[in-house]
């Protein structure tokens, strides 16, 4: 998932993170973050090939 950190300041392309999220839907991921103070720009489910391309790095991290 792609977001800005900070839902009151206007969007930059600069300030754009990403989190990657286990859930079954879409809707099942804007739930777990609602919480969040997050700007949500874009939800997009992983093939398993990107996902065992990122476990690969030391600050991977899924969201339960």
Sequence with gaps: ???QPEWEV???????????VE???VRGVR???AGRNYNI???QEMSEAHLEYEKQSDQFEVER
């Design 1 to 3: 998932m792609y977001y």
């Design 10 to 20: 206007p969007p930059m392309r600069e300030r754009t993170k990403s989190v990657m």
């Design 23 to 25: 859930a079954d839907t």
């Design 31 to 33: 739930q777990k973050l």
């Design 41 to 43: 720009e874009l939800v």
